[in-house]
């Protein structure tokens, strides 16, 4: 059986390395999600993919340093773990995060 190579590694503490191919997908797949919701509300996609950006970025940028650290290492070794099959984790507020 071929290993899945890794598509998410520690790099240091600010980054995560990401597979190029695993961007793609990711990308896609955000894309397509945005794409849907628009077409169902009837919305524009730029609008859309701001209300979901902009929010988000407001919540990761009231974070300390070592809460973003805690979910992206959560999001990593969940990626691990499930051999990259199917990662949906919940970043807003993970297992062990008070």
Request: net charge negative; glycine share 4%.
């Amino acid at each position: 059986m071929t290993e899945i190579p890794k598509s998410l590694l520690p790099y240091d503490k600010e980054y995560v390395l990401i597979h190029k191919r695993t961007l793609l997908v990711n990308t896609a797949t955000l894309s397509g999600m945005v794409e849907f919701i628009a077409q169902k509300m009837n919305w524009n996609s730029d609008d859309v993919a701001a209300m979901f950006g902009i929010a988000a970025d407001n919540v990761f940028n009231e974070m300390t340093d070592e809460q973003v650290s805690r979910r992206a290492d959560f999001i990593v070794s969940t990626c691990w773990q499930l051999n990259q099959k199917s990662v949906v984790v919940q970043v807003d507020n993970p297992p062990g995060e008070e």
